[in-house]
């Protein structure tokens, strides 16, 4: 069977993609090609300062599908796609993020549709569709966790897990119910040992209904496969390491979760235990990667 690289799962026939998957992504059954001049793009070289940020050194370009929706070209304005080539620095980004949202939605995680994309130069390019831009042009307004928390760009790792619960109580329109996926997401995020979970990569969108609500779940990726000591962006009840049950619980309390209900989010994450390594490992990563993931996943899962 061969793997979908838009949805993850196995069943896509002559593959490699559900003809509905790319529908849902692209509005039409086939695969566009991309129009992105990729020799340029490998050749990204950063001066780290502070802190390695994975998903700093990763090139993010705005792209728009031709009328006719066979091409992807470089969006001059406001584009509705993301697409992420490799970075010079860290090998395999496209799909170690592509592969970290397939599993999010395993551990029942809303994501935006997303796929791996051959360039020309044989290399995987990772493509989303921004959730807050709509096929009639209208847009969601959105705001990440650093500009709610009225903090510059530059301040987006002085978060904490709570500081975010704090944010979420506050301004959601349910609070209740976002604080529960909030709880999830970081569950998740040590799961798959994603280090670079800070401010700016949480946010707020207001939806179709109105409704201010925790947005779907962007910008993830195990860090620990490029820097295997990657440790969270963000403490979580003060560690940002060697989480185990007593920290989780403290979480919990102060999000205001109820004992059984965060159970129950550990308890779907190691339900999904099997699924998720088997998707790794028919995942395009290379082979070691793939080894470590699996090994990760393993070791974090409990419930
Ligand atoms: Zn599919």
Known sequence: MTLCLA?????????P???ACLLELFGVATVPA???????????????????????????????????????????????YLLKPQAGTFPNLPENEWVTQRLAVLAGIEVPPCALLRLRDGTWAYVVRRFDRLEDGRKWAMEDF??????????????????????????????????????RQFVFTWWVGNGDLHLKNLALVRDDDRRIRLSPAYDQLNTR??????????????????????????????????AKAAARVHAELFAALPAATALVER?????????????????????
């Open 225 to 258: 496969l490029v820097l295997p000591d990657d440790t969270l962006a963000m403490p979580i009840a003060g560690k940002r390491d060697n989480l185990q049950t007593g920290a989780w619980r403290k979480l919990a309390e102060n999000f205001g979760i109820g």
């Open 7 to 15: 949805c993850g799962a196995d069943d896509a026939g002559d593959g």
């Open 17 to 19: 993609y559900h003809a």
């Open 34 to 80: 991309v129009d992105v001049e990729v020799a340029r793009l490998h050749t990204l070289a950063l001066a780290m300062v502070g802190r390695v940020s994975v998903s700093g050194v990763q090139r993010k370009l705005s792209v728009r599908l031709t009328a006719d929706r066979a091409t992807l070209q470089i969006a001059l304005g406001d584009g509705r």
């Open 283 to 303: 995942s395009p990563l290379p082979e070691p990667m793939r080894e470590a993931y699996g090994a990760l996943l393993r070791a974090r899962a409990f419930g």
């Open 146 to 183: 650093c500009q709610l928390a009225e903090l510059a760009p530059s301040g987006k790792y002085d978060g904490s897990a709570e500081r975010c619960g704090k944010l979420v109580r506050r301004h959601a329109s349910e609070p209740l119910v976002d604080l529960l996926r909030l709880y």
